[in-house]
């Protein structure tokens, strides 16, 4: 089934994040896709996540899906102006790319090439908007298409933030719905409570919200992350697991796998997994059963699992 299809008849979607090769070796990149497949919907294929030079989505992406393997092709305003984006959205379209995920992209001083120059030619709004304005048969210009293309279109919402801030991320969500964004992936989450506050106020009967998953690496990781990360918590009791594991990349992907689980219980309409690199653990993450003080916490109907489960 599509993940087009999936998403409209209510099923809960997995999509995998697989990093491109920085270079021409394919094996590993392929390799780690097969092995999942038929337990991932579709895997994200980045464009130069934090602004590190690999190989295009692009061309990632009709690696993979020229092996069977769909995918959701990101797009971002960092790296191409108007004619680009508008190109590459058209190539991808006549070679069977589906999915896409707009994104602004980190500004090049993240990255590994810190002498690039940002293009930004046009901002995320206009990018979303672009690409609904191609399904009807226009490029930018106005000018007609001979194909129009199709696409299953997300992009990002930061569903962590509190407040005033909160508010303000709502409106640019409903911004974003309007231009053409079905599905949205939030900021890594390690406890679905976190997300209370921003279900209370997303507006669920018109897209489907994914949050990340990210697969702890380390002790450290996860400090770091808890302690430097901005409204992404880790939480104590967590580093605390990872701390006193005898084998802590296992308990890493134990935490990974009891997340899914916590997030299909608590009524979200899929995942994003994230694995920085670790894509040979994403058999280990799909396949490893909830841990049993998972389970009794989500049976409890006074926490925040139990209260979000089985709705939206």
Same mark, same amino acid.
């Given at each position: 089934?599509?993940?087009?299809?999936?998403?409209?008849?209510?099923?809960?979607?997995?999509?995998?994040?697989?990093?491109?090769?920085?270079?021409?070796?394919?094996?590993?990149?392929?390799?780690?896709?097969?092995?999942?497949?038929?337990?991932?919907?579709?895997?994200?294929?980045?464009?130069?996540?934090?602004?590190?030079?690999?190989?295009?989505?692009?061309?990632?992406?009709?690696?993979?899906?020229?092996?069977? /393997?769909?995918?959701?092709? *990101?797009?971002?305003? @960092? &790296?191409?102006?108007?004619?680009?984006?508008?190109?590459? +959205? =058209?190539?991808?379209?006549?070679?069977?790319?589906?999915?896409?995920?707009?994104?602004?992209?980190?500004?090049?001083?993240?990255?590994?090439?810190?002498?690039?120059?940002?293009?930004?030619?046009?901002?995320?709004?206009?990018?979303?908007?672009?690409?609904?304005?191609?399904?009807?048969?226009?490029?930018?210009?106005?000018?007609?298409?001979?194909?129009?293309?199709?696409?299953?279109?997300?992009?990002?919402?930061?569903?962590?933030?509190?407040?005033?801030?909160?508010?303000?991320?709502?409106?640019?969500?409903?911004?974003?719905?309007?231009?053409?964004?079905?599905?949205?992936?939030?900021?890594?989450?390690?406890?679905?409570?976190? /997300?209370?506050?921003?279900? *209370?106020?997303?507006? @669920? &009967?018109?897209?489907?919200?994914?949050?990340?998953?990210? +697969? =702890?690496?380390?002790?450290?990781?996860?400090?770091?992350?808890?302690?430097?990360?901005?409204?992404?918590?880790?939480?104590?009791?967590?580093?605390?697991?990872?701390?006193?594991?005898?084998?802590?990349?296992?308990?890493?992907?134990?935490?990974?796998?009891?997340?899914?689980?916590?997030?299909?219980?608590?009524?979200?309409?899929?995942?994003?997994?994230?694995?920085?690199?670790?894509?040979?653990?994403?058999?280990?993450?799909?396949?490893?059963?909830?841990?049993?003080?998972?389970?009794?916490?989500?049976?409890?109907?006074?926490?925040?699992?139990?209260?979000?489960?089985?709705?939206?």
């Amino acid at each position: 089934m599509q993940l087009r299809d999936k998403s409209e008849a209510g099923q809960f979607i997995v999509l995998a994040e697989m990093e491109p090769p920085k270079g021409v070796d394919i094996n590993k990149f392929t390799a780690n896709a097969i092995r999942v497949k038929e337990q991932v919907d579709a895997f994200v294929v980045p464009e130069m996540n934090s602004a590190v030079m690999r190989m295009s989505s692009l061309g990632a992406s009709l690696i993979l899906q020229h092996k069977g /393997l769909p995918t959701v092709m *990101q797009v971002n305003c @960092r &790296d191409r102006n108007r004619l680009a984006l508008q190109a590459d +959205l =058209l190539a991808a379209g006549a070679s069977g790319v589906e999915n896409i995920m707009a994104v602004t992209g980190e500004d090049p001083s993240f990255g590994d090439h810190h002498e690039a120059s940002a293009v930004y030619d046009i901002d995320l709004i206009r990018l979303l908007s672009t690409i609904q304005g191609m399904a009807k048969g226009k490029d930018m210009a106005g000018v007609d298409l001979i194909g129009a293309p199709s696409f299953f279109c997300g992009s990002t919402v930061n569903a962590n933030v509190r407040g005033k801030a909160l508010q303000l991320e709502i409106e640019e969500m409903e911004r974003k719905i309007e231009a053409g964004a079905r599905f949205f992936v939030t900021p890594p989450v390690f406890d679905m409570a976190d /997300l209370d506050e921003f279900l *209370q106020k997303a507006p @669920r &009967d018109k897209i489907k919200i994914l949050p990340t998953v990210l +697969l =702890l690496k380390s002790v450290g990781m996860a400090r770091y992350i808890d302690r430097h990360s901005d409204h992404v918590s880790v939480g104590q009791g967590l580093i605390k697991r990872i701390m006193t594991a005898s084998d802590k990349a296992r308990e890493c992907a134990q935490i990974a796998a009891d997340t899914i689980a916590a997030a299909k219980q608590a009524g979200m309409d899929g995942v994003a997994i994230a694995t920085l690199g670790w894509e040979h653990m994403l058999p280990q993450v799909l396949n490893l059963k909830p841990t049993e003080s998972l389970d009794t916490r989500q049976d409890d109907p006074n926490t925040s699992w139990g209260k979000h489960a089985g709705g939206k």
